[in-house]
């Protein structure tokens, strides 16, 4: 690591004691291992947990690309990369540059190694910065998450680990019932793509799938759309609905029971016998065959026109 001064801006006296940079003299000193505040008998994880801990904290893209940040996110990065070249072996940073400055230590193969390390340690950063909201999007996006991740060295177990946290499991419910409510209403067989294509990326949304609140929200969706269409409900549709549901082992035909649905089905019913009285009985006997329970009127019309 180059030896600099600390910078006449680096506000290590008058700022407040909120200002993340009010305390940064540990940055300016000759020991890499003061530098990254770790012990000389730290351990490799240590040393890489402090290193990622001040990186996420003194980014410069945390904080508007400040020069302090710059500079220090700098010294972090020299501090990690002298410690890894040397094996622990300099006492000092100052010691550490002269045994760089003599050529006797550091080759062209370590120096393109601290580079790739460093280069590594970047995009891990940046690949969790994005994780879960934009990492959980979708399965395309997840996979291809997943892949990059195991390039960079991390396991399966550590990104399941991740994926099972509080945080990405809300991200992927909120996401999971909000594609439920968008398109499995109209189209049940989408759910069944939208469910495999999320297991093949490595995510079984079956604990989801099993939750009271799926069931409530397709419960609430189909309702909606009863109200919401009105008279021109297609109650053939409806039970197209409930049967394809079923095959998900969700049984829908309660919801007949419910006031509007019933509302709908007899309204339909009575302009069938109005408009089309041919129609009208093969009609309610299809529907009585899906478990559809006919007012006393609609019953009379019936046995009338048998």
């Known amino acids: 690591m180059s030896e600099k ?39 490799l994880r240590e040393i890489k947990t402090a290193y990622r801990g001040l990186q996420k904290k003194y980014h410069p893209d945390l904080h508007n690309n400040d020069s302090r940040a710059v500079d220090i996110t700098q010294r972090i990065v020299e501090a990690y990369q002298a410690i890894q070249v040397e094996g622990k072996t300099p006492k000092t940073k100052s010691e550490s540059t002269k045994t760089r400055t003599s050529g006797a230590t550091v080759s062209m193969e370590d120096q393109a190694k601290m580079w790739e390390e460093g280069e590594k340690q970047q995009e891990l950063y940046y690949l969790w910065n994005e994780f879960p909201h934009y990492s959980l999007s979708s399965p395309g996006v997840y996979k291809a998450f997943r892949e990059k991740a195991n390039k960079l060295g991390v396991t399966d177990d550590e990104i399941t680990e991740k994926v099972r946290s509080p945080k990405a499991q809300e991200v992927l419910r909120s996401s999971f019932l909000r594609k439920v409510a968008s398109f499995c209403v109209d189209h049940p067989e989408k759910y069944r793509e939208f469910f495999k294509s999320w297991r093949e990326a490595g995510i079984n949304f079956k604990k ?43 049984d829908f035909s309660y919801l007949m029971d419910r006031w509007e649905v019933k509302h709908i089905f007899e309204t339909v019913a ?10 009208f009985k093969p009609t309610v006997e299809k529907w009585m065959n899906s478990g559809w329970e006919p007012s006393e009127s609609i019953m009379a019309k019936y046995k009338k026109a048998s």
């Open 270 to 279: 009575y302009n069938i016998y109005e408009r089309s009285p041919e129609d």
């Open 208 to 250: 989801f799938h099993e939750a009271p609140i799926f069931k409530e929200t397709l419960e609430r969706e189909i309702l909606r759309e009863c109200t919401s269409i009105g008279i021109t409900f297609n109650p053939d549709r409806f039970l197209e609905f409930v049967a394809k549901w079923k095959e998900f082992g969700l």
């Open 5 to 43: 001064s600390v910078p006449e801006s680096s506000p290590t006296n008058e700022s407040s004691k909120d200002d993340i940079f009010a305390n940064t003299e540990q940055f300016y000193s000759d020991d890499p291992y003061e530098v990254l505040d770790v012990s000389r008998n730290a351990d």
